[in-house]
C-alpha cells in the first residue's frame, strides 16, 4: 500500500509538472503560514494583533505553521515511528500539511496561541471559497478540519506528537464562508497516553456559537511503530 | 459579516490573478468530478468498475459531483433558504466545494454510488498528498471530511438538502496517504428532519477498519432561512 503511494506520486510528477513545480520550491522554503498575509480580513488582523500583545508577557505563545514538515521534525518521526525500511519513500517527503495545502485566502487561514499554565489554546480561523458546502457556508467536513486542527494543538502541547481518537462534533449554526471565528479548546482530563480534550467554535464577536466538540487524542508510543 | 466576505473576495480576485483566472474559468465548464482521472491509482479504478457493473440493472446510481454548484441547483437553493437581499452577493457565486478544490490527484479523489432500495451508500476514496496530517498518513480533518461527504450524500437521498448536526467519529488504525479506501454509509433511523447516519470506513480490501461513525443530518425547512 505505501509503496504504491509513490509510485503514484512519480505518475503525478510526471503528469502534473505546473502542480509538481509549486510544490517542489514550496519544500525549500519551509515558511511560517500563522502570520497575516494580504487574504486575511480586518476582523483576522485586530484579533491577531491581541493576541501578539498578550504574547509580550510571554504568557501566551504563538506557534507556527508550516505547509511542509521541516527536515529536523521529520527526521525525528521517522527515527520514532516509521519503520526504517520506508524512510527513503516519497510519500513522506512529498505531502503538505492538509489544512495549508491551499492558496493564501482559499482555504484555511488560521494561527493558534497557546497559554501552557492555564492549558488553553485559541485558534483565530477565517475559512475562504474553497471550503464550501451548502452554498455560501462553510463545509461539514472543512468545519471538523479545524476542530481537529485545534484540539490537536492543544493536545500536542501537553502530549508531544499526538493522534486523534475521536472527535465528536455539535453543528450549531452554519458558519458564512469567509467570517472569522475563534475556537477556544481545553483538555479536561488526561489518563495516561489519553488525551480528554473539548472546545467550542464562535463568531469573532462570540455572539454565535457555531459548534461544540470533544476529542480523545492518543500520544503516540515510541516502542510502536506506525508501519 | 457576509458583505465583507464580497469584499474580500473581490481583493483575492485583484491580489492573486491566477488563482482566480482558474477559478473563473472552471465555473463555466461544470464538470463531472466523480469518474477516473489519471491520478487514480489500479486499486480505485477496479472497484470504480465493479459498481459501474452493479449499476447496469439500476439497482445502483453514480452520483455525479461539481466543484462549481451548477446554476440550476443553485438557484434552487437560493429561491429557499437565502434572504433575496443576498442572492446576487459573490460569496455564493465564487465559492467551490471543499472536497472538489484541489488539483488532481493532490485532495480528495471519490465516487459515490447509491442503492436506493436498500438505503445504502458507498464512497471509494483515495486521499492524495495534500492531505497529510502525522507523515505520510491522513490528516484527521480530511477522514472526517470524507466521511462528512459519504454520511451527507447517503442523508440527502432520503432528506433533500441537509445540513450536518452531529459527527462522532472513532478513528481506529492510521490511514496511509494515497491508498484506497471504501466508506459504507447507511441510514439507520428518521425522526421527522432529523436523520441518524452510520459509516465504516474500511481499506479496499476490506481487511483493515481504518474508522467507524455515526451522523445526524437536519433536513433544511424551506420556511426557515438560512440567511
Same mark, same amino acid.
Given at each position: 500500500?505505501?509503496?504504491? $503511494?509513490?509510485?503514484?506520486?512519480? #505518475? &503525478?510528477?510526471?503528469?502534473?509538472?505546473?502542480?509538481?513545480?509549486?510544490?517542489?520550491?514550496? /519544500?525549500?522554503?519551509?515558511? *511560517?503560514?500563522?502570520? =497575516?498575509?494580504?487574504?486575511?480580513? !480586518?476582523? &483576522?488582523?485586530?484579533?491577531?494583533?491581541?493576541?501578539?500583545?498578550? $504574547?509580550?508577557?510571554?504568557?501566551?505563545?504563538?506557534?507556527?505553521?508550516?505547509?511542509? %514538515? =521541516?527536515?529536523?521534525?521529520?527526521?525525528?518521526?521517522? #527515527?520514532?515511528? %516509521?519503520?526504517?525500511?520506508?524512510?527513503?519513500?516519497?510519500?513522506?517527503? !512529498?505531502?503538505?500539511?492538509?489544512?495549508?495545502?491551499?492558496? *493564501?485566502?482559499?482555504?484555511?487561514?488560521?494561527?493558534?496561541?497557546?497559554?501552557?499554565?492555564?492549558? /488553553?489554546?485559541? @485558534?483565530?480561523?477565517?475559512?475562504?471559497?474553497?471550503?464550501?458546502?451548502?452554498?455560501?457556508?462553510?463545509?461539514?467536513?472543512?468545519?471538523?478540519?479545524?476542530?481537529?486542527?485545534?484540539?490537536? /494543538? @492543544?493536545?500536542?502541547?501537553?502530549?508531544? %506528537?499526538?493522534? #486523534?481518537?475521536?472527535?465528536?462534533? +455539535?453543528?450549531?449554526?452554519?458558519?458564512?464562508? @469567509?467570517?472569522?471565528?475563534?475556537?477556544?479548546?481545553?483538555?479536561?482530563?488526561?489518563?495516561?497516553?489519553?488525551?480528554?480534550?473539548? $472546545? +467550542?467554535?464562535?463568531?469573532? *464577536?462570540? /455572539?454565535?456559537?457555531?459548534?461544540?466538540?470533544?476529542?480523545?487524542?492518543?500520544? &503516540?508510543?515510541?516502542?510502536?511503530?506506525? #508501519?
Amino acid at each position: 500500500m505505501l509503496r504504491s $503511494c509513490a509510485t503514484h506520486l512519480r #505518475t &503525478l510528477r510526471s503528469g502534473s509538472v505546473e502542480v509538481w513545480r509549486s510544490f517542489s520550491s514550496e /519544500k525549500v522554503t519551509h515558511k *511560517d503560514h500563522a502570520v =497575516p498575509n494580504p487574504s486575511w480580513s !480586518k476582523d &483576522l488582523r485586530i484579533l491577531f494583533d491581541q493576541f501578539m500583545k498578550k $504574547c509580550e508577557d510571554g504568557s501566551w505563545k504563538r506557534l507556527s505553521s508550516y505547509r511542509i %514538515i =521541516p527536515p529536523e521534525h521529520l527526521k525525528d518521526f521517522q #527515527t520514532q515511528f %516509521i519503520d526504517p525500511s520506508y524512510s527513503k519513500e516519497e510519500y513522506i517527503l !512529498k505531502g503538505q500539511l492538509f489544512t495549508r495545502s491551499f492558496e *493564501d485566502g482559499m482555504g484555511f487561514e488560521y494561527v493558534v496561541f497557546c497559554n501552557d499554565v492555564e492549558k /488553553k489554546v485559541v @485558534c483565530l480561523f477565517q475559512g475562504g471559497p474553497f471550503l464550501q458546502g451548502v452554498p455560501g457556508f462553510l463545509h461539514g467536513g472543512a468545519t471538523a478540519s479545524i476542530i481537529d486542527v485545534a484540539l490537536g /494543538k @492543544c493536545a500536542a502541547r501537553a502530549g508531544g %506528537i499526538v493522534m #486523534t481518537a475521536n472527535l465528536n462534533i +455539535n453543528y450549531k449554526r452554519p458558519i458564512p464562508l @469567509c467570517s472569522v471565528s475563534v475556537i477556544n479548546s481545553q483538555i479536561d482530563k488526561i489518563e495516561g497516553r489519553k488525551l480528554f480534550l473539548s $472546545c +467550542n467554535f464562535q463568531s469573532s *464577536d462570540e /455572539k454565535i456559537l457555531y459548534a461544540d466538540a470533544t476529542g480523545l487524542f492518543i500520544k &503516540l508510543d515510541p516502542k510502536k511503530r506506525l #508501519t
